[in-house]
């Protein structure tokens, strides 16, 4: 039975991981209307630039992690002025194919700039685990969990309470719509792209604090997708609930089917909820349902 | 255009491929050209031009699918290996001769398709896309945790060479004819099916899906055709590649080469078959470079790591999947046509 807690409480904080990942994938699509497939290789760049300032650089972790946070937003803003900015009313598949590029051009420059070797990533949170009674909870879930709880719930206050975050929503809504009403496209989607990389680099701080670093670190990037439909691509704060369900499943999929079956099912698991997602009601839980018009 | 004095009487006439007699003639020597590659050029050329067919009939399939049909597909790379698979597996188990193996391979991979294009029925674009992803990840999975003596598991299958009337199929002259036989054959028909009724209904469905079902075209049988032709080029294709490497391992179809193929409709031009066929001759000239290049380039500059190519080759891919789409969205295919409207407007503007 405590084996059982223990693997529901586990499951949960690494689902907030996932949520935390895909807010990066929601914050992108509700301010500019791009499904950004190139999150998980955001995530091993911010964990790059933390890695570069802090460890080959030698700054202290309270000076190297902030001036990461600044690289990974103008990185952001960059990644918009060079290809986004060009791409505003454009296509679909013109935008989503653009993001695949980056995906395999930022893997790319982080092998050319990097190097494939895996590196050790700076201790942020403490290492010691959290025990309760029998329950035994790592710290930097922990901490993680809680930090994306807040960060989750000020953005979702932000895209639905305030001025900026509504014109935004107009943006994802539709672009020539929001322009001819007289909202900065451009402005909204430098926006999405900043606050994105940034979030990225939070999740790898998170995800990554005391453990090793290399370029494969972005498969997480595709382990959030579930998360990310089963919310519905507009909501931030169904991500949470949404983190909390895939995380458990995984969790006690692992726990209880992997030995039955041999193995991986823990890893396929959330693609399956996410095919079933999609052919059942491909809108999540808390997206938007369109019209559609000629 | 057509040059000055070709005019069209009939709707035969107008939908002809070749239009004039220098085409036919052009289209004869190259014709030629492709049966005499094994005379002309070396053994490792002849090998890159038996991929070349392979990858070529793959990307036919994915433009008729995506091009067309506007239909994203992430996952052709996994549908050629279901279709490698199942050609691999009627090959080394029951032992059936190749023009009943690769069609075989091409079915199944067709089957496959059609089960995630009916995804199709509900949601398009990037949804879509995820769905073929999930395709990739499933194949993956199924293929490694199935039971290793039906595929193999992560040991990969071996085949035999493939034999025609007793003639053993293993250098690499009679598998490069096997490849310009089939590939002709596939690049004939995809031609043929985007200028059918069906190919007109891929392009109305593509250009907007909402106003195609009103004018009485079956939305969701033809994004699902679209899926079937599509994954039974990649099929082919697939057990194209069986006979070729001889070896079928799960990690020669992953999302990377899917995406690869994409990069290929990209720079070649959407919705057209010769542009389709000039991406693919295109990229597959330039990763050929960089891969025999780059262990030179290691070997002079000795401070660049021996993993410089795999990232250079990433490099060069993203570049160019976003260089094409923000700079020349319609292609290589594009290009040549101003080129040629031009040669054939000269000397005057229009």
């Given at each position: 039975m405590i084996d059982f807690v223990n693997y529901v409480i586990n499951g949960a904080l690494i689902g907030l991981l996932y949520a935390l990942i895909a807010m990066g994938f929601v914050v992108i699509y509700r301010a500019s209307k791009v499904f950004n497939f190139a999150q998980g290789e955001l995530v091993v760049f911010g964990g790059f630039l933390v890695w570069w300032l802090v460890v080959s650089v030698g700054l202290p972790l309270w000076i190297g992690v902030p001036l990461a946070f600044a690289a990974a937003a103008l990185f952001g803003l960059a990644i918009e002025r060079i290809f986004f900015a060009r791409l505003v009313g454009e296509s679909v598949f013109a935008m989503v194919m653009v993001t695949i590029g980056l995906l395999i051009l930022i893997r790319g420059v982080v092998l050319l700039v990097f190097g494939p070797q895996v590196r050790p990533f700076p201790i942020v949170f403490p290492l010691q685990p959290i025990i309760v009674g029998d329950i035994l909870v790592p710290r930097s879930l922990l901490y993680g969990g809680l930090i994306t709880i807040a960060v989750g719930f000020g953005l979702a206050w932000f895209f639905n309470r305030t001025r900026p975050g509504l014109k935004m929503t107009a943006v994802a809504e539709d672009h020539q719509v929001a322009m001819s009403l007289g909202i900065s496209v451009r402005g909204s989607i430098a926006f999405a792209w900043v606050l994105g990389a940034m979030l990225s680099t939070l999740g790898a701080v998170i995800y990554l604090s005391g453990k090793s670093l290399n370029f494969l670190a972005s498969d997480i990037g595709l382990a959030a997708l579930p998360v990310a439909l089963l919310a519905g691509l507009e909501s931030v704060a169904g991500l949470l609930l949404a983190g909390v369900i895939v995380g458990v499943i995984q969790g006690l999929a692992v726990a209880y089917l992997d030995p039955v079956v041999g193995g991986a099912v823990g890893s396929v698991l959330p693609f399956l909820i996410m095919l079933g997602i999609l052919f059942i009601r491909p809108t999540g839980m808390f997206g938007w349902k369109t019209i559609e018009r000629v | 255009m057509d040059p000055s004095g070709v005019f069209a009487t009939r709707y035969e006439r107008d939908q002809a491929l070749v239009r004039t007699d220098r085409q036919r003639v052009a289209l004869a020597l190259f014709a030629v050209f492709l049966v005499c590659v094994p005379w002309l050029l070396g053994p490792r050329l002849v090998a890159t031009a038996s991929v070349m067919l392979i990858t070529a009939v793959v990307v036919v399939g994915l433009q008729i699918n995506t091009g067309h049909a506007g239909q994203v597909n992430l996952g052709q790379a996994a549908f050629m290996g279901v279709g490698a698979y199942t050609t691999g597996v009627m090959a080394t188990h029951a032992g059936l001769p190749f023009w009943i193996t690769i069609p075989a391979g091409g079915a199944a991979a067709a089957v496959f398709g059609f089960v995630f294009g009916l995804s199709a029925v509900r949601i398009k674009g990037f949804y879509l896309a995820l769905t073929t992803i999930a395709a990739q990840l499933l194949f993956h999975f199924l293929v490694l945790n199935?039971?290793?003596?039906?595929?193999?598991?992560?040991?990969?299958?071996?085949?035999?060479?493939?034999?025609?009337?007793?003639?053993?199929?293993?250098?690499?002259?009679?598998?490069?004819?096997?490849?310009?036989?089939?590939?002709?054959?596939?690049?004939?028909?995809?031609?043929?099916?985007?200028?059918?009724?069906?190919?007109?209904?891929?392009?109305?469905?593509?250009?907007?899906?909402?106003?195609?079902?009103?004018?009485?075209?079956?939305?969701?049988?033809?994004?699902?055709?679209?899926?079937?032709?599509?994954?039974?080029?990649?099929?082919?294709?697939?057990?194209l590649w069986a006979y070729y490497v001889r070896f079928v391992a799960v990690d020669q179809f992953t999302l990377l080469n899917s995406i690869w193929f994409i990069a290929m409709i990209i720079v070649g031009g959407m919705g057209s078959v010769t542009g389709a066929l000039i991406g693919v001759f295109a990229i597959k000239v330039v990763q050929e470079t960089i891969t025999s290049l780059g262990p030179s380039v290691v070997a002079t500059f000795p401070f660049l790591s021996g993993d410089i190519v795999f990232a250079t080759m990433n490099v060069f891919l993203g570049g160019i999947i976003a260089a094409f789409l923000l700079f020349e969205p319609r292609g290589l295919m594009h290009r040549w046509n101003i080129l040629k409207r031009s040669y054939r407007l000269w000397p005057f503007p229009y």
């Open positions: - | 199935l039971p290793s003596r039906w595929l193999g598991g992560s040991n990969g299958l071996t085949l035999e060479p493939a034999t025609f009337l007793g003639h053993r199929i293993a250098d690499e002259a009679s598998i490069y004819w096997l490849c310009l036989a089939f590939a002709a054959v596939m690049v004939f028909g995809a031609y043929g099916i985007t200028r059918s009724r069906h190919g007109r209904a891929f392009v109305a469905v593509r250009d907007d899906d909402v106003a195609s079902g009103m004018m009485g075209i079956d939305v969701v049988r033809t994004k699902a055709t679209a899926f079937l032709i599509g994954a039974f080029y990649a099929g082919i294709g697939g057990g």
